[in-house]
């Protein structure tokens, strides 16, 4: 039987989503615990990163595991031709579970399928970040105290941003209603928005960033445009600095309102918003320790008290 892995947030129900997140909390109040003391986990970064990388090894230290891995790829034997199934084949002998983040799409569902250890999708191109959206609806619950019934109003590069595509499916269990705001170039693709109308999510698409779609939204979820993503470096130029939140945007807020953004952020908000009690942002990033603790300990069939 092949090992669980975590591929793809659809991949998970409700009842995971919330088991996870109960998890996580339990290690927000105590994260320290030798609960990964004796295994070996390999982080594989072929794309770069700060955030995800940094705190999935906080979260493995925190656990007393011990980390391999690179987090460029020019140091490993992919430059020499080695192909992924080789690779994951390879690093699968030394790891017991092993956390990838590679630039093509659909990359991590096939590891999943060659590898006889479980695989945690670190981000595959533009395809899906679920442990952004692990940690993003962590975040979103912690603020809110629910996650049912809110109103979602995502920013920016709606085209290209993996977090956005799994944040729609990770709260799709919960009744959301989405406002998209992006300018033509970014929109939504037209698959995300199938997803939405099978389930009969709501979801309203904007080119323009109102007071409107500011001030319906529980959660304001910004976004970077991928400058990594676009073969032609002249549209990126075009939309680059589309939107910016500024701090005066925010008076007319809903008081529960909070901004978050799976970060980094380059020009989208200003940073006259960070010291208003409504940015989430930097809060958001810390519980990626908590849920990545929880994520790995869940695949790996670990009971946390
Ligand atoms: N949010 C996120 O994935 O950040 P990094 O690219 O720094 O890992």
């Given at each position: 039987m092949k090992p669980k892995s975590l591929?793809?947030?659809?991949?998970?129900s409700r009842d995971d989503i919330i088991r996870i997140i109960e998890t996580a909390s339990k290690f927000k109040q105590q994260?320290?615990?030798?609960?990964?003391?004796g295994k070996v986990c390999a982080t594989l970064f072929f794309e770069p990163s700060t955030r995800t990388r940094l705190s999935f090894e906080t979260a493995i230290n925190r656990l007393q595991g011990r980390i391999v891995g690179f987090?460029?790829?020019?140091?490993?034997s992919a430059t020499k031709g080695e192909s992924l199934k080789d690779t994951i084949m390879m690093v699968s002998n030394y790891a017991d579970i092993i956390i990838m983040r590679h630039h093509l799409e659909g990359s991590a569902r096939y590891a999943s399928e060659v590898s006889p250890v479980p695989i945690i999708n670190a981000g595959d191109g533009a395809n899906q970040h679920p442990t952004q959206t692990m940690l993003d609806i962590f975040s979103i619950y912690e603020t809110q105290?629910?996650?049912?019934d809110l109103t979602i109003t995502i920013v920016g590069d709606?085209?290209?941003?993996r977090a956005v595509h799994s944040l729609i499916e990770g709260l799709s269990h919960f009744n959301p209603t989405f406002n998209f705001v992006a300018p033509q170039e970014m929109k939504i693709p037209e698959k995300h928005k199938i997803y939405c109308d099978k389930r009969g999510i709501k979801y309203h698409e904007f080119t323009d960033f109102s007071p409107n779609s500011i001030n319906s939204a529980d959660i304001l979820y910004m976004t970077r445009v991928?400058?990594?993503?676009?073969?032609d470096l002249m549209e990126y130029e075009k939309v680059k600095n589309i939107y910016t939140l500024r701090n005066?945007?925010?008076?007319?807020?809903?008081?529960?309102l909070k901004v978050l953004h799976p970060?980094?952020?380059?020009?989208?908000?200003?940073?006259?918003?960070?010291?208003?009690?409504?940015?989430y942002y930097f809060q958001q990033a810390g519980n990626g320790v908590y849920m990545r603790q929880a994520v790995m300990c869940d695949l790996l069939n670990i009971e946390v008290e």
């Open positions: 591929v793809n947030i659809g991949d998970y994260p320290n615990r030798p609960l990964l003391k987090s460029d790829t020019a140091t490993s105290q629910t996650l049912q709606l085209k290209y941003g991928q400058r990594e993503r676009f073969t005066d945007m925010l008076s007319d807020s809903k008081p529960n970060l980094p952020r380059v020009k989208e908000i200003d940073q006259d918003v960070d010291s208003n009690p409504k940015a």
